[in-house]
C-alpha cells in the first residue's frame, strides 16, 4: 500500500517534512479495518494512541452522558482526518469524544509519539494542530447553538435532510434509537415526532427505514429554526 502517496494527499504538513519525518510517519502507522457499528475509540478511555484518518468509509464522532445519551457532534467521511484527533499529540488535552463506524470502514492510524516529535520541532506540523483545536471549537459551539437555540423537531428534520443526501435516496436506513443519538434526546420522542411527520405526509415508516414523501415540507421544518414546527 503506498501511504507516501495517501498522506500526501491528505496530511495537510506533509510537504513540510524533511524526509526522514515522512519516513518515520510511515513506518509508525497503522491500516485498520472495521465492521460498521465498531467502536474506534471509547470516551471514556482516556489513553489516545493517536491520529485517526478515515481511508474509505464513513464514522461518527459522539459524546456519551453518566445515563447513557448520546450527542453526535459530526461525521468522519473518506480521506478526512478526525478532527478531533490532533487534540492527543498535547497530552494535557482530554480526549473524551467517541467514535464509531457508520459503514465498513479502512481507517489509518498515526501513532501519536512520531506526530508529538514533529508537534516540538516542526511549524507546520504545530500550525496543523492548532488549526485542528480551532476546528473543535467550531464544532462544540455549533452544536450547543444548534441545541439551545433549535426545536427537537428541527433538528430531526433537519438529520433526515442530511441522511438522505448520504443515501443518495429518500429511503433512509435508520433506527429511531440512531436518530436520538445523533439529535441529542430519547427514541420515545423520536417515534412520536416521526409519528406526526407521517401522520402529514411528510415521511413514510416501515421497520429500520424512513422514506421521505414530502422533501420540501421537511426543508420547511428544518429552516423554521426557532418555531415549534412539530408538536
Known sequence: RDLTAFYRSNLPFWEYLAESDQESIV???????????????????????????VKKGRTRVYISSPDGRELTIHHVLDNEIHAFGFDCVLDRIIYSVSMETETDCEIVLISKYVLQRLYDTNAAVKNSVTQSLAVRLHLILN????????????????LLIAQRKLADSPVIKITHTKIAAEIGTVREVVTRLLAHLQTEGVVA??????????LQKLTKIGQDRFGVVIK
Not at 437555540?149 to 433538528?155: A, D, T
Open 205 to 214: 415508516l416501515s421497520r429500520g427505514s424512513i422514506t421521505i414523501n414530502d
Open 143 to 158: 452544536l450547543l447553538e444548534t441545541i439551545a437555540f433549535s426545536s427537537v423537531g428541527n433538528r430531526l428534520a433537519n
Open 27 to 53: 513506518d509508525n502507522t497503522k491500516i485498520l479495518f472495521f465492521r460498521a457499528g465498531a467502536i474506534i475509540h471509547n470516551g471514556a478511555d482516556k489513553e489516545c494512541p493517536g491520529v485517526y484518518v
